[in-house]
Every structure is written in C-alpha cells, then in structure tokens.
C-alpha cells in the first residue's frame, strides 16, 4: 500500500491582525484595502473583516508560494495606507498629548 | 497651363488637367520637407510605382479603378482618370445616415458594403493588397442605373499572397470604420460577410491571421 | 470652480498635481531611474513610487499653499499602465478621498495626455498624436469619444526609443529618449531602415530587430552574414541614432497627415513623452506649413507623464457630474481612449 500523500489536499491559511489607533482608521484601511482583488492566476482567497480597530485579514491559498506572494503584496499595501494616515489623518487626541510630552521632556533635556 | 488645385490630399496635391487632350486628375506627390531628401525620394518613386501596378493588376481583374494615363517620375506627377461627379464612400455613408430613416439608411448602407467586400475580396483573390483601406480611399461613382464602387489610392498598395498581409489590411479597414463611422457599428460585418464569398480558397486562413492581427492589437500593453 | 489634486503613477514617473479652475498650483514629480542597459521594472517600480508619494503630496499642497479642505475631488490614474505602480497610486487617492472626506475619481491617463494638451495650448479640436513609452495613436474627438484612427501595430514608439537606447548603453536619465535625440544632433549620415505605414497605422517592431543587428552585428541572426562581418559596427551611434528618430518621425508624421486629410482637420496636437522631442515637433510644423495647418505641442512638464494631468481631466469630468464609487476605484492595465464617455465637451 502506498504512503497517504496528505500534503496535495493541504489548504494553507494566515489570518493577520492589524491593530490601529482608532476604528475610524481601521474602518478607512479596511476600505481602501477591500478594492483590489487578487489576481486570479494567484488562487489565493482574502478576506478583510473589522473587529473595532483591529483590521482582521484572512489568507486561503492553494500552495504556499502564493500565500507568501499575496501576504507580501498585501503588506506593501497597508504599510502604505497606514502611512498615509499617519501624515495626513488626525490624530487621535490621547496620542497627540503623548507626542506632546514626550517633546516637551525632550525640550527640557 | 494654369492648374486648378482640386483638394489636398495626405499625399499630394491634386489638381484638374488634361492629358493628350483628355481631362484628367493630376497627383502631384510634391517633396516632404519634413522628411530626409533620401527617404522621401525612395517613398514618393516606390508609391508612384505602387499606385501604376495597382491600377493595372485591377483592371486586368475586373475590378475598377482609376486608369493611370502617364506616370511622370521627375516631377512626381502621376495623370489619371478623373470621376468628376463621385464622391467618397465617407461622404455617402455620412449623408444616407443623415438624409434617410434610420432602417432605410441600414438597407442602402449594407449594399453598399455587401459590394466592397465583394471588391476586396476579389482584390486578395488576385493578392493585391491595398494598404490604405479607409472611406475616404472608395468612391461612389453614379452611373445611368445606379453607381460604380472604385478603390483608390493605392500608393500604399503592394503585391502578396500572405495571409499575414490580407489580414492587416481587413484590420486597417475595420479600426477605419470604428472610427470614422462609429455610429453605423454594422458596416463591417457585411463587408466581411461579402468578403468572404470571394477571397478564395485561403478563406479560413485569412480570417484566422485577420483574428490573430485583432488579438494582437487587444493584448498589447500600453505602460506611459 | 473646481479644485483638484491629481496623483499619476502608471509607469517610472510618479506625479502630483493640483489645478484650481484651469489654473496650475503645482506640479511635482520624480523620476525612477535605472542604470544604463536596464528598463524599469513593475516590483522596482512600484517600490520607488511608495518611497515618493507622500513627500510629493506634501510638496504639492505647500506650493499651492492650500490646505486639504480647499480641495474639491482626488483624481489619480485608473489605467492603462504598469499595475503594482499604478495600485501605488489608488492606494493614497483613496486613502486621501476617506481621510479629507473628499469625492474619489479614476482617469484614464491617455484621456488626461489629450485634456492637458488642449488646455495648454488652447488647441479646440485638434488631430492628436499620442506617443509616449506605452502608446502611440492618432486621435480625434466625434460624437463624445476620442476616437482611434490610427495606432502601432506592434510596439510603441516610446519602448522603440527606449529599447534602441538600452542596445546601445545610453543613459537613461533624465531619459532615454532624450539622449538619443542629443545624440541625433550629431548624426550625419542617414542609414535607410523599414519604413512601415499601413493605413493610419504603423508598425515598429521590425525597425527595432533591423538597427539592433546594425548597431551589434554579433546579434546578426544569419551566421553566414556574420562570419563576413566580424569587425566593428560600420556606422556610429549618432547614426544610428539620427536614422532612427528620422525614419520613425516620419512614419509619425505621415499618418498623422492621413488622418488630418480624412478628417478634414488643421490642428495637431502633439502630446506624451515622446511629444517633447524637438525634432519631432519640428517636422511636425513644416508638414503643418505645408498644408496651411498649425501644431500644437509642449514641453516636457507637461508633455511628460505628470499629476495634473490626471487632475485636469478629474475636474473636468467632475465638473461634469461624475461620480465614482469606493469599490470601483480599481486599477486596469488596459483601459483604452475610446472607452471613456467624454461628456464633459460640449461640441
């Protein structure tokens, strides 16, 4: 009898949490991120969903190379997004007085 | 002798004459300045030469076109048959869609194509290839009964049996009519339809090079 | 009154461009750059542009001295072009458009070429030649489109230009292209190469094999030829040069002079990349003098892909109602000049 090959019905998944400062932010980059789909020769599935301001993402692929490809792709993506928050978005009060503390004691110093 | 300046064309001018006494369209390809002396001598003397063959070839087949009556090198003067009451199948096309119903302007528009596609096809038939299939190169000529259809301008015109050449000359003509008569979205089936009926034997073959040149067209990237 | 900031990104250039009611506020762009030899690839590409963006944002609105909320639409190019830099794009047109809370809308960037032309130079309805890296058309306007009369077969006349230099190790900064029209300059003898026009139409592909085996013989297909020419190369790269810009401008010009007879038009418009060549505009204007017509051309601010471009024709399409909801604000590689509904001309 041969071996069982159970790596050819293997599914590989990832699931990645991105946490932001506030839902609002996390609401903006599920948005902007949910557009793009991914390509079909990749047979890699996403899924975005929200849980608060955590921006939940979920990979499916069919081999393991293609997971990798699509997680990196996403990446750049979101690094991007969160990056253009940081620049031109508000910021949330809290850390607004953190920055502010932290250059007043750098001032002092 | 005065010559009366008929219409600018995109390659010369042409003008109303006469030769050996016989009223005449003259075509002056007068020197591109634009263009390096040494290309544009080689272009003018290979589509004069083109344009005389061209005409030949078709009368021989039974297809009309403008008779050449002297071709003159030196002064890039090419004298041939003028149809002095034809207009271009542009300006026909453009005024049945005006002047008629729009159901009556489909009938008269699909003879109209059903007869160049015939003329095509024979023209492949015989391996000439225009070149330059646009409206503006067909005339619509009336005679006592009903009108001629004449193919001109042939300058761009060479002679080929490849499929590679036939299909690109039914594509340059398709790209034509999406374009200049993007409302009559039609007018290119028929012609094809008729096209068909007469190309000949290579039939399959051309239709599959003309679907390849098409493809090729859609899959091209255009990045910048 | 309309306010728009554009943001194009779809090949090596990445833009942004804000234009208040026609008027320029700013302008800003940079360059990737690769090394002599080497074409610009997508990954690389889009790398660059991510690493530019959002300081060229910022630039933008300090030259306009605006602040977002002065803002009306957020405009970026939806197509045709290269994905990963073009996704770069989409990506902080639509972060912006939620963050400011401002309407998002994708251009098509060949339509943003032609709208950026007109407004120049005031061009009303001109025959246009499009050439850049990606394309080469001759259009004109009827009935709500910009039509295509005529275009390459094959290659774009921008990636022959590109290519040829990167055979011959031209430096590709500030471009290609425009090293090799400095080097035509010194050209002296004309080397006749394929010289292909079908219809309106052109084809490159063949010009491109025929100079690269004459600028290096050893990529000579036919051995025999081969053996007997071992030597150096017989002509010059400023030949080589001067015989291509020659011949493949002539092609241009000549369809371009087809499609103005069919047309019955007297107006060209030169735009895209390769529209800032000198001597193409050049032979341009005397064909153009040679029937009483007249050309239109600019200069490589805006002749170049740029960011208000894309804003131009974003508020003219907004001005014209459109709108363009978040889930349709996607990239498309292939997005072509006749698709796009043009009802913001009135004629």
Avoid at chain 2, 127 to 154: E, M, Q, R, W
Avoid at chain 3, 20 to 47: Q, S, W
Avoid at chain 3, 233 to 252: G, K, N
Wanted: charged share 25%; glycine share 6%; with cysteine.
């Amino acid at each position: 009898m041969m071996p069982q090959q159970t790596v050819v019905s293997k599914v590989n998944e990832s699931t990645i949490r991105v946490p932001f400062d506030t839902p609002e932010h996390a609401k903006i980059a599920f948005r902007v991120l949910s557009v793009d789909q991914e390509p079909r020769r990749n047979f890699v599935q996403k899924s975005l969903s929200l849980e608060d301001d955590v921006l939940v993402v979920h990979f499916i692929a069919d081999q393991v190379k293609n997971l990798r490809t699509a997680i990196t792709s996403f990446f750049e993506c979101l690094l991007l997004c969160q990056d253009t928050i940081k620049l031109f978005g508000e910021q949330p009060q809290s850390q607004l007085n953190n920055n502010a503390g932290t250059q007043s004691s750098a001032d002092s110093t | 002798m005065t010559l009366e300046i008929l219409k600018q064309g995109a390659e010369g001018r042409l003008y109303i004459g006469e030769f050996k006494g016989e009223s005449c369209l003259i075509k002056e390809r007068f020197v591109k300045k634009y263009r390096h002396p040494d290309l544009d001598t080689q272009i003018t003397r290979q589509r004069m030469k083109a344009e005389v063959k061209a005409a030949g070839r078709c009368l021989a087949a039974g297809i009309l076109a403008p008779r050449i009556l002297h071709s003159d090198l030196n002064t890039h003067k090419l004298y041939m048959e003028y149809f002095g009451k034809a207009q271009t199948a542009k300006h026909f096309i453009q005024k049945t869609v005006a002047e008629s119903d729009a159901d009556e302007a489909k009938q008269l528009l699909e003879v109209l194509c059903t007869r160049i596609g015939s003329i095509i096809g024979k023209m492949h038939a015989n391996n000439i290839i225009h070149g330059d299939l646009t409206t503006s190169n067909i005339l619509i000529n009336p005679n006592l009964t009903d009108y001629d259809v004449i193919f001109i301008d042939f300058g761009l015109s060479h002679y080929n049996q490849a499929t590679e050449d036939k299909g690109v000359d039914l594509y340059v003509l398709e790209r034509a009519l999406l374009s200049t008569h993007s409302e009559q979205p039609y007018l290119f089936e028929h012609i094809l339809a008729a096209y068909r009926q007469e190309c000949g034997k290579e039939e399959e073959a051309v239709l599959a090079k003309f679907e390849e040149v098409r493809a090729r067209g859609r899959k091209r990237t255009m990045i910048g | 009154m309309v306010c728009a900031l554009g943001i194009e990104g779809s090949a090596n250039k990445i833009g942004i461009g804000i234009i208040n009611n026609g008027n320029v506020l700013a302008n800003v762009r940079r360059t990737y750059i690769t090394p002599p030899g080497e074409g610009f690839l997508p990954k690389e590409t889009a790398k660059h542009h991510r690493e530019a963006i959002l300081a060229l944002v910022q630039a933008s609105l300090k030259e306009a001295q605006l602040k977002p909320s002065d803002l009306d639409v957020i405009c970026y190019t939806k197509g045709p072009g290269m994905a990963p830099p073009l996704l770069v794009g989409a990506i902080v047109a639509r972060t912006l458009s939620l963050l400011w809370q401002k309407p998002l809308l994708g251009v098509n960037h060949c339509i943003g070429h032609i709208e950026m032309g007109r407004l120049i130079t005031g061009a009303e309805n001109p025959i246009v030649l499009y050439v850049s890296g990606g394309n080469t058309q001759v259009i004109a306007y009827s009935n709500k489109r910009y039509r295509i009369f005529g275009e390459t077969i094959d290659i774009a006349v921008g990636n022959c230009l590109d290519r040829f230099a990167r055979i011959i190790k031209l430096s590709n900064d500030p471009s290609p292209g425009y090293n090799i029209e400095q080097l035509a300059k010194q050209g002296k003898q004309y080397i006749k190469l394929p010289y292909v026009v079908k219809g309106m139409d052109v084809s490159f592909s063949g010009i491109l094999s025929h100079i690269e085996e004459l600028a290096d013989p050893s990529k000579r297909r036919n051995k025999r030829k081969k053996q007997q020419n071992e030597s150096e190369p017989e002509y010059s790269q400023a030949d080589l040069c001067y015989s291509l810009q020659e011949t493949i401008f002539a092609m241009l010009v000549e369809i371009t002079e087809r499609a103005m007879a069919h047309c019955d038009s007297n107006e060209v418009l030169i735009v895209g990349g390769v529209g800032c060549n000198e001597r193409l505009q050049q032979m341009m204007g005397i064909m153009c003098e040679e029937r009483n017509g007249k050309v239109f051309a600019i200069d490589e601010r805006y002749c170049i892909d740029n960011g208000l471009m894309i804003a131009h024709a974003g508020a003219e399409m907004f001005k014209a109602g459109a709108e363009m909801p978040l889930e349709d604000a996607f990239v498309t590689q292939r997005y072509r000049t006749d698709e796009v509904l043009v009802n913001w001309r009135k004629d």
